[in-house]
Nanobody, 126 residues
Framework: VHLVESGGGLVQPGGSLRLSCTTSGFTFSDCGLSWVRQAPGKGIEWVSDINRDGRNTDYSDSVKGRFTISRDNAKNTLYLQMNSLKPEDAALYYC????????????????????WGQGTQVTVSS
């Protein structure tokens, strides 16, 4: 199983970036996926989820309305469109494959993460 993030970089506050996570070694369309991030000196922070067919997405309050998660099951690729970036969004961003799924009120959620990428760095600074 491989997950490889890309698309990070340096951007000014208010700018945009699009992260990608290319994958291999598993049936992409069978798996829910997430983006998580870690800022220097801080713990892992969940950013966004998407279920296997892309119909269900979820976002942390800190990014809701600014970030959009999506997936292309034909290309085995996960995306994160990040707009209106803030300095507090600066972090190492990881994509992660759901280890299992649980359902709450008929919506799927990850029950842990099985595999992670190596991360892509996002820096937001003027």
């Amino acid at each position: 199983v491989h997950l490889v993030e890309s698309g990070g970089g340096l951007v000014q506050p208010g700018g945009s970036l699009r992260l990608s996570c290319t994958t291999s070694g598993f049936t992409f369309s069978d798996c829910g996926l997430s983006w998580v991030r870690q800022a220097p000196g801080k713990g892992i922070e969940w950013v966004s989820d998407i279920n296997r067919d892309g119909r269900n997405t979820d976002y942390s309050d800190s990014v809701k309305g600014r970030f959009t998660i999506s997936r292309d099951n034909a290309k085995n690729t996960l995306y994160l469109q990040m707009n209106s970036l803030k300095p507090e969004d600066a972090a190492l961003y990881y994509c992660a494959r759901w280890a299992a799924v649980f359902y709450s009120r008929d919506r799927p959620y990850p029950a842990g993460y099985g595999d992670w990428g190596q991360g892509t760095q996002v820096t937001v600074s003027s």
